[in-house]
């Protein structure tokens, strides 16, 4: 670590804390954080040649693992011909399009730069649509860094203990509405008071470790929009491309009003989008009233990324092999778990995991935090150090790639069984 640590006391010179993302920074696991050197396929390599197997993949992005040959290649040749062009491209429709025949509820679509630009813009377009003020969101759901959404905000928020941010305004506050994950109750009651334009919702939540919605709250969910003109918003930034082709929405054969993407739809490139109804899409500008615009967006290079990674997952057969590596891993993971009687449990769908401190899975916020701290600190620094990169935080996901192998997953969990006997051993 002689590099890393030399590299992020340089940086904490010039950049706030280090890092330019919070959960980076490795302050909630005691520790300081490596500094990546190279990345390619499955793996990531630090600034003292360290090997680590990743389950973060950028936070998901990274679905064909890093560096896949055939983006860069089609990096490569789209940049010959200029990097951005602030004007109309090709490759803007032959994306929007493929987006659209992959989400039955997504008829026009626009893209931005960033997930947070996506729900942001999303917002602003169901208040603008509705004429209404007030938004409902769930408590450890993350919808970036907006303003309206830092009211009880999952991942980095919740991690260093700060879902409601300073610096949102209490007007900005009083508008958003923040209830439990999973309770249509809560939800009946808030929308019984009125002027709610929108319920924003992670279906899958990968923001407050990984937490599945049930059926009949999203099914319920769905009817109270359509009763009462709200636009339901199904942020599948991380789901989508991920859970399965088609995003979470697919899974639970619910179609949104509107859906944000990110992640993954930029093969690695700053790319998020929202789409949705045409009825709802047509009151952006320049069509609609609703404001939104960006310098980047859509720009030849993070089209060109988008459309080959969408393209590779298209093929037959690849969430099949992406969902059984993170079968393997969250098999392993539980059996473990199981023989050495730990407060551990896993699960996974698609290409994304969890894995929980506690005996069984969660179900909402609260949950999360009946999970053992130490267990989860004990863990992290423990697969660190033997080379496998889980996230730095119990709030969040893990993600697997097609590049990891039956080697990798079996190792890993060789790994985390010797860390489950000597755990045992301590805590015996
Ligand atoms: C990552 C994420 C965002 C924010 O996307 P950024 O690209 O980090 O701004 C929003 N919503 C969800 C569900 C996410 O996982």
Redesign the pocket.
Known sequence: MKNSKKLFAQAKKYIPGGVNSPVRAFASVNSVPFFVKKAKGQYVIDEDNKKYIDYIGS?GAQILGHADNRILKVLGATMANGITYGAPCKNETLLAKKITQIYRSIEVVRMVN??????MSAIRLARGYTGKDKIIKFNG?????GDSFLIKAG?GASTFGIPDSLGVTKATARNTISLEYNNIKAVKEAVKKGDIASVII?PIA??MNFIRSEKNFLQELRSICTNNKIVLIF????TGFRVCKAGAQKLYNIDPDIT?L??VLGGGL?V?AFGGKKEIMNHIAPMGGVYQAGTLSGNPLAMAAGLKTLEIISEKKFFDMLSKKARQLVAGINKVSKKYNLNVTADSEGGMFGIYFTKSRLKNMNDINLSSKDDFLDFFNYMLKHGVFFAPSMYEAGFISSKHSKKDIDYTIKIFEKWAKARQLLLD
């Not at 759901?141 to 860094?145: A, F, L, M, S, T």
């Not at 942020?235 to 991380?238: P, S």
Request: aromatic share 8%; hydrophobic share 15%; with cysteine.
């Open positions: 936070w960033s997930g947070t630009e996506a729900t759901c993350y919808h970036g860094h991942s992670e990968g923001n942020d599948e930034v991380m944000t990110g992640k700053p998020g």
